[in-house]
């Protein structure tokens, strides 16, 4: 992902043990477990996790059918990459495929690549689970022990993935949603910073999604023709953004329980008409090498761009912007990987212990790899089980389903209100057939 200096974290972070696995037994459905992984330098932390399970279940085989989605990452520069997308295509259309069959085995895990790499159609997490595909954790938990993570997990403002009445999902790795600039750019472009949350860390800024987008929209409406300003932001990084600021923010637009979708409203607008503006100060370059570090620390050195999705290193005035939800209570962040058990898994114990062996797994045992050395690096108060702001949602899929009209309406073929209307009715049918 991205933000490879460290910022791609074990969301669930809490130190557990497998003490209630060891001795166990359990009626075996059958000798074998299926797992369904997408690999991108994790092996090492997937096998150190079968391991522990194999010392408590020692007569059982397990199954870790790979993925390669390493190829569509953005750690590394693409340029001596198979740019091709149909393998993690493929196992997107297998997984929906064999979930709807009750054949997807025991484990299967979902991603959000589709956020850096549209060209992959992501399954409907959200339709496979109101359809009954995956069991619900909180009986598991009863019997077997919670998670480190139950804590955190279940105060998702995402109550269809996480609530007392049914739990699905459980994050592994997230992303939050930030950008960096610097003092001195901020203030040669007139570009408004909000002051620090506390005078001990000027370099720290929390700001509003919608009070964001609008201030970007206002700032390229201001300097967007200006042939010597940088650009607003890259193009990779509003990719991203535009995937991730309704859901992820604190937006429910979708009720895939009742059918109910509430697109047409004032927020929305906001967050639409910004969004389109800032894209009129979007470079196109194919993506490209975008989104690594070495592209943006570079890019930082040319004054290419105001705002940068990763940390700037190596500057005195960096100032880190983060953004916090429409209604100013928790960082937006979204889960980059999660793992469910199929309700069809005739191992659900066994594999619930594996989960439990993945959020327990020892940094030592999986080796210093890049998405792996800061997996348990959450600090201070994100270690507070009584801290009810940290919040970690699964990325919805709804707009992939209506890329052509969103692809139409940043191009400006739409007016907004055209637009919204027809999102509202093409997504009440969306969601409900």
Same mark, same amino acid.
């Given at each position: 992902?991205?933000?490879?200096?460290?910022?791609?974290?074990?969301?669930?972070?809490?130190?557990?043990?497998?003490?209630?696995?060891?001795?166990?037994?359990?009626?075996?459905?059958?000798?074998?477990?299926?797992?369904?992984?997408?690999?991108?330098?994790?092996?090492?932390?997937?096998?150190?996790?079968?391991?522990?399970?194999?010392?408590?279940?020692?007569?059982?085989? $397990?199954?870790?059918?790979?993925?390669?989605?390493?190829?569509?990452?953005?750690?590394?520069?693409?340029?001596?990459?198979?740019?091709?997308?149909?393998?993690?295509?493929?196992?997107?259309?297998?997984?929906?495929?064999?979930?709807?069959?009750?054949?997807?085995?025991?484990?299967?895990?979902?991603?959000?690549?589709?956020?850096?790499?549209?060209?992959?159609?992501?399954?409907?997490?959200?339709?496979?689970?109101?359809?009954?595909?995956?069991?619900?954790?909180?009986?598991? =938990?009863?019997? /077997?022990? &919670?998670?480190?993570?139950?804590?955190?997990?279940?105060?998702?403002?995402?109550?269809?993935?996480?609530?007392?009445?049914?739990?699905?999902?459980?994050?592994?790795?997230?992303?939050?949603?930030?950008?960096?600039?610097?003092?001195?750019?901020?203030?040669?472009?007139?570009?408004?910073?909000?002051?620090?949350?506390?005078?001990?860390?000027?370099?720290?800024?929390?700001?509003?999604?919608?009070?964001?987008?609008?201030?970007?929209?206002?700032? +390229?409406?201001?300097?967007?023709?200006?042939?010597?300003?940088?650009?607003?932001?890259?193009?990779?990084?509003?990719? +991203?953004?535009?995937?991730?600021?309704?859901?992820?923010?604190?937006?429910?637009?979708?009720?895939?329980?009742?059918?109910?979708?509430?697109?047409? /409203? @004032?927020?929305?607008?906001? $967050?639409?008409?910004?969004?389109?503006? $800032?894209?009129?100060?979007?470079?196109? @370059?194919?993506? *490209?090498?975008?989104?690594?570090?070495?592209? &943006?620390?570079?890019?930082?050195?040319?004054?290419?761009?105001?705002?940068?999705?990763?940390?700037?290193?190596?500057?005195?005035?960096?100032?880190?912007?983060?953004?916090?939800?429409? /209604?100013?209570?928790?960082?937006?962040?979204?889960?980059?990987?999660?793992?469910? $058990?199929? =309700?069809?898994? &005739? /191992?659900?114990?066994?594999?619930?212990?594996?989960?439990?062996?993945?959020?327990?797994?020892?940094?030592?045992? +999986? *080796?210093?790899?890049?998405?792996?050395?800061?997996?348990?690096?959450?600090?201070? &108060?994100?270690?507070?089980?009584?801290?009810? =702001?940290?919040?970690?949602?699964?990325?919805?899929?709804?707009?992939?389903?209506?890329?052509?009209?969103?692809?139409?309406?940043?191009?400006?073929?739409?007016?907004?209100?055209?637009?919204?209307?027809?999102?509202?009715?093409?997504?009440?049918?969306?969601?409900?057939?």
């Amino acid at each position: 992902m991205k933000k490879q200096m460290g910022i791609i974290a074990l969301i669930l972070t809490i130190s557990i043990l497998l003490s209630g696995c060891s001795g166990k037994t359990v009626e075996q459905k059958n000798d074998s477990l299926s797992f369904y992984f997408l690999s991108n330098a994790n092996e090492k932390w997937y096998e150190a996790a079968k391991e522990r399970v194999l010392e408590a279940y020692p007569d059982i085989k $397990i199954d870790l059918k790979w993925w390669t989605a390493t190829q569509y990452m953005m750690l590394d520069s693409r340029e001596y990459k198979d740019t091709d997308i149909t393998p993690l295509q493929e196992y997107y259309d297998k997984i929906a495929s064999d979930l709807r069959k009750d054949q997807a085995g025991d484990i299967v895990m979902g991603d959000a690549t589709y956020i850096e790499w549209p060209e992959a159609t992501p399954p409907d997490w959200h339709k496979l689970m109101r359809n009954g595909a995956f069991v619900d954790l909180n009986p598991l =938990a009863e019997k /077997n022990g &919670e998670l480190g993570t139950t804590t955190y997990v279940k105060i998702s403002s995402d109550q269809t993935i996480a609530s007392e009445n049914q739990w699905t999902m459980i994050p592994l790795l997230y992303e939050s949603c930030y950008f960096s600039t610097t003092e001195t750019l901020a203030k040669q472009w007139d570009f408004s910073l909000p002051a620090p949350p506390e005078p001990t860390d000027l370099s720290y800024r929390k700001i509003n999604i919608v009070t964001f987008l609008e201030q970007c929209a206002q700032w +390229v409406e201001t300097y967007g023709d200006d042939p010597d300003a940088p650009s607003i932001m890259p193009d990779y990084e509003f990719q +991203v953004l535009k995937s991730v600021a309704f859901d992820v923010c604190g937006l429910t637009i979708a009720d895939y329980e009742t059918g109910k979708v509430d697109f047409d /409203n @004032s927020t929305v607008k906001r $967050i639409l008409e910004a969004l389109r503006t $800032i894209s009129t100060d979007i470079e196109d @370059s194919g993506l *490209g090498d975008q989104g690594t570090y070495e592209f &943006e620390q570079n890019a930082y050195k040319e004054k290419r761009y105001l705002l940068y999705g990763t940390t700037l290193e190596g500057v005195e005035d960096r100032i880190m912007l983060w953004l916090d939800d429409i /209604n100013d209570t928790y960082k937006c962040e979204y889960a980059t990987r999660w793992v469910a $058990i199929p =309700a069809s898994s &005739e /191992n659900q114990t066994i594999a619930y212990a594996y989960i439990q062996a993945l959020l327990s797994a020892d940094r030592a045992e +999986v *080796g210093h790899g890049m998405s792996l050395v800061q997996y348990r690096g959450l600090h201070g &108060e994100n270690f507070d089980p009584n801290r009810k =702001a940290f919040n970690v949602v699964i990325p919805s899929t709804w707009q992939y389903a209506l890329a052509d009209l969103f692809d139409s309406y940043y191009a400006g073929n739409m007016e907004t209100d055209e637009f919204m209307n027809q999102v509202q009715k093409r997504l009440e049918v969306y969601i409900t057939e």
